[in-house]
């Protein structure tokens, strides 16, 4: 009985193993030009000397509980008011994850006679709180603020009598390219609506000292921003930083929030310090941005290929096979890329996502794209 059960399993692996679609496990391999360690912060030896000294002076590696039971640590509420200040939002709450984060919000916040309209590239946790969601919700085209002005008109003139919740990127984790945060921000207020806005991958890299892409729109009353801390600052969780109003809705409505054990406490510590790092040395945005002009400049001498102008690189190849053979050939190497393949991306857009980082340097930037463009030579053969 149980073996009939599981070959169903089985059947489903073995197809995406057809589909060069089957996903793996793998350790790191060489110099890193996959992760988001952007900053160069996670191993960085000032956050690691903050981690030792919060322990030193007692501060737990877990919460023991949820925030609203005796999870909730003193360090919890110290990051969330410094990252108000430091964000310039009402109000911050602390996450486990940036998933656990954009599920939350999603699936709590619009009512059921909004109107979620979502980019059409939006992270997969975007979708799982989207999904979760009592509101109805549509998907637009990519970077394209008419077309979220149109969905939006559309669906008032079918009798919508909410409120529109529109839901973006602002560096897009895939293609590198950035939202029209401007343009987005007049549509919801002309229409009454809410910005979310998803500053993963901007956050601690891009915006005035760090601050993100969106950092002149926090603070206002239709305004949300998600900051992700296991990317650019290296540690771990989310920030949401919202009006208060709907911060203290989460906290009370939240299943995502109320029932999770709440995130370590020497966590949270590690957070603040990176968030302090990113306010005192920003020779390091300075150096990852010369790195990404670089990467950019030899790129398009060497391949022909666009600059995205962000940390994120993408490289298209399209075909699945062709992809993850071109990745296993730059591991073997010695640089860790990694091929990136439906349905993370479109059919047919499978990719290299070059992540530049300051894990690495000009020389094995230059070594890199000397080995891609061998590899792709050889490969179009």
Partial sequence: MTAAILAGYIATLDGLQRKTRLRRLAPQRGADFTSNDFLALAGAPRLKAAIAAAMERGIPVGAGGSRLLRGNHPEHEALETEAAAFFGAERVL????????????????????????????????????????????????????????????????????????????????????????????????????????????????????????????????????????????????????????????????????????????????????????????????ISLQQLVSFAGDELKSRLGVQPSGSQIQPVIIGGNSQAVRIADCLQDHGFDIRAIRPPTVPDGTARLRLSITLNTDRDQIARMVDCLAAVMEENNR
């Avoid at 919740?165 to 609506?193: F, Q, T």
């Avoid at 906290?251 to 929030?257: D, G, I, L």
């Fill in 94 to 285: 602390y996450f486990g994850s940036g998933y656990a984060a954009n599920s939350a919000l999603f699936s709590t916040l619009p009512k059921r006679e909004d109107l979620i309209v979502h980019d059409a590239l939006i992270h997969a946790s975007a979708h799982e709180g989207i999904e979760a969601s009592k509101a109805a919700s549509t998907a637009v085209a990519h970077n394209d603020a008419d077309a979220f002005n149109d969905a939006i008109g559309k669906w008032r003139r079918q009798g919508g009598r909410g409120h529109p919740w529109i839901a973006v990127e602002s560096l897009y984790s895939m293609d590198g390219d950035h939202a029209p945060l401007a343009a987005l921000a007049d549509i919801a207020e002309r229409h009454d609506g809410f910005l979310v806005i998803d500053e993963a991958h901007a956050t601690g890299v891009l915006g005035p000292g760090g601050r993100g892409l969106a950092a002149g729109l926090e603070g206002r009353e239709n305004v949300l921003a998600l900051h992700t801390c296991g990317k650019a600052l290296g540690v771990s969780g989310a920030l949401l930083a919202a009006p208060r109003a709907l911060a203290d809705y989460l906290v009370n409505r939240a299943r995502a929030f109320i029932y999770s054990t709440a995130p370590s406490p020497l966590m949270a510590t590690g957070v603040r310090e990176a968030l302090r790092m990113v306010e005192d040395e920003p020779e390091r945005r």
